[in-house]
DNA sequence: GATTCTGGTTAATGGCATTAGCTTTGTGGT
DNA sequence: ACCACAAAGCTAATGCCATTAACCAGAATC
């Protein structure tokens, strides 16, 4: 019996393939050990469980995520920093669907990677927002706000919850540019004092 | 035997107390069986399988939606009318998790109180909108921009994605203020002609 | 070269969904 | 009242998937 050479690595990575090919919802220990030439059980020798893989592919999809926002925007700052975050975010939902969804996941605090990944995240949102003034809590808010719309709009796009026809590049266009507003006119304290 | 006298509005009734007490993914035929205390083949006298049950309860839900958000903002406008519009959204999200979620499943042509449903949600909206000075083309973007910062927060917020712990309620208001700033400020036209 | 660890195997168990086929209960027509 | 039939339940059978246990071969280490 020859040793397929299999590691965690690699088992994520072919369930990332799997959930980005059939969704999330489709993806199955007995898809990925198919595809990998290797019979069910064997993958609990790299990987816990069904559950302990989906972490391992939120981990996996989140540094992905976050290095391809990060890409994105270094070098810019103000309204392109922001229309190339969202770009490249929307970007990433499209191609790799199943591993976005996997972003979901709450981060697990026992997987230090994770956790890295998320704070790697908040980072790089602070500094785009730092060009528009916001800091601290109200940094906080508006990034609550921004992914919101972000993750609104690529997850109902991806479950086509938009029912109408119109051009969907033009919507998204559009609410990234009332993003941009809404950062140029955030409030200074809250509630409003006057 | 004694007749368990169920009914299609019954099982879908039960399925959504199931997915909102333990989330939608544990929806399962089996446990919405056991708690109307009948054998999981009878449910199919009553729905087509698992896949229909989910179908089923995304229309119960979403004309539930619907009706709160329609009851929140009747004879209100502008402002007072998006703020209501997200504070009801947002109440029944969290009041019925597992209902909001079925919500997502794209409406199935072949079932017209679904589509009915979803075609009753696009009028509120865009009634809410007119307020605005927005309709047709100029309705459906901004639809799609509030749409989707709404379901992004009340989405993330169901899955613990928001790590840090600072006010929830302040960030949604703040948001829902940002919506309306965005709104009242919306262009004319797009790309903008300079 | 013997030992030990590791990455694989097959077998067994249990949950769930689905389909088929049977039985009982209501109900409607005569 | 009675008979027939449709509807609503049931049990049994099948199959997929996840998980655990027990086993085996190959690689590495001493």
Redesign the pocket.
């Given at each position: 019996?020859?040793?397929?050479?299999?590691?965690p690595a690699i088992v994520v990575a072919e369930a990332a393939r799997v959930a980005d090919e059939q969704g999330l919802d489709r993806?199955?220990?007995?898809?990925?050990?198919q595809q990998l030439?290797?019979?069910?059980?064997?993958?609990?020798?790299?990987v816990?469980?069904?559950?302990?893989?989906a972490q391992q592919l939120a981990t996996r999809a989140l540094t992905e995520l976050t290095e391809r926002v990060t890409d994105a925007t270094v070098g810019l700052s103000g309204t392109a920093a922001v229309r190339a975050m969202a770009s490249a975010y929307r970007d990433y939902a499209r191609t790799h669907p199943g591993s976005y969804a996997a972003t979901l996941r709450a981060p697990d605090p026992g997987d230090p990677a994770h956790v890295a990944a998320a704070e790697r995240t908040v980072r790089v949102v602070f500094a785009v927002l730092a060009a528009y003034g916001l800091e601290g809590d109200r940094a906080i808010d508006a990034t609550r706000a921004l992914r919101s719309a972000l993750h609104g709009f690529v997850t109902l796009e991806a479950a086509h919850g938009f029912g109408l026809p119109q051009d969907l590049n033009r919507s998204y266009d559009l609410m990234v540019d009332a993003l941009d507003r809404s950062l140029r006119t955030w409030p200074e304290s809250w509630p409003p004092t006057g």
């Amino acid at each position: 019996m020859p040793r397929a050479g299999l590691t965690p690595a690699i088992v994520v990575a072919e369930a990332a393939r799997v959930a980005d090919e059939q969704g999330l919802d489709r993806l199955t220990l007995a898809a990925v050990a198919q595809q990998l030439g290797v019979s069910l059980p064997s993958l609990y020798k790299h990987v816990r469980g069904l559950d302990g893989l989906a972490q391992q592919l939120a981990t996996r999809a989140l540094t992905e995520l976050t290095e391809r926002v990060t890409d994105a925007t270094v070098g810019l700052s103000g309204t392109a920093a922001v229309r190339a975050m969202a770009s490249a975010y929307r970007d990433y939902a499209r191609t790799h669907p199943g591993s976005y969804a996997a972003t979901l996941r709450a981060p697990d605090p026992g997987d230090p990677a994770h956790v890295a990944a998320a704070e790697r995240t908040v980072r790089v949102v602070f500094a785009v927002l730092a060009a528009y003034g916001l800091e601290g809590d109200r940094a906080i808010d508006a990034t609550r706000a921004l992914r919101s719309a972000l993750h609104g709009f690529v997850t109902l796009e991806a479950a086509h919850g938009f029912g109408l026809p119109q051009d969907l590049n033009r919507s998204y266009d559009l609410m990234v540019d009332a993003l941009d507003r809404s950062l140029r006119t955030w409030p200074e304290s809250w509630p409003p004092t006057g």
